[in-house]
């Protein structure tokens, strides 16, 4: 069993920022990539940003020089820094985790919301 608990989560004006948190728990041992995508109303699932086990990072291009993300090895958890909001960020936001052979893990989704 692989348990993936998030939060962070909220509602938060155009320009604002947020900071998401995932917790990764249970039969993670050997886990390689952690990461977030998110899915907004009507759309397809999409890469926001992961981070691998030696730290190497990668962003999806709308988020680039806006989120950062963060790992810390010896909680096993990963964060996710959001400034300049958009109204376009508004998504549901799932933390993902990576075991090599056993595959891609999925947290439960945290609501992000960007209004005025």
């Known amino acids: 069993q692989v348990q993936l608990v998030e939060s962070g989560g909220g509602l938060v004006q155009p320009g604002g920022s947020l900071r998401l948190s995932c917790a990764a728990s249970g039969s993670i041992d050997g886990f390689s990539a952690m990461g977030w995508y998110r899915q907004g109303r009507g759309k397809q699932r999409e890469l926001v940003a992961t981070v691998g086990s030696g730290g190497n990072t990668n962003y999806g291009e709308s988020v680039k020089g806006r989120f950062t993300i963060s790992r810390d090895n010896a909680k096993n958890t990963v964060s996710l820094q959001m400034n300049g909001l958009k109204p376009e960020d508004t998504a549901i936001y799932y933390c993902?985790?990576?075991?090599?052979?056993?595959?891609?893990?999925w947290g439960q989704g945290t609501q992000v919301t960007v209004s005025s």
């Open positions: 993902n985790l990576v075991i090599p052979i056993r595959g891609h893990y």
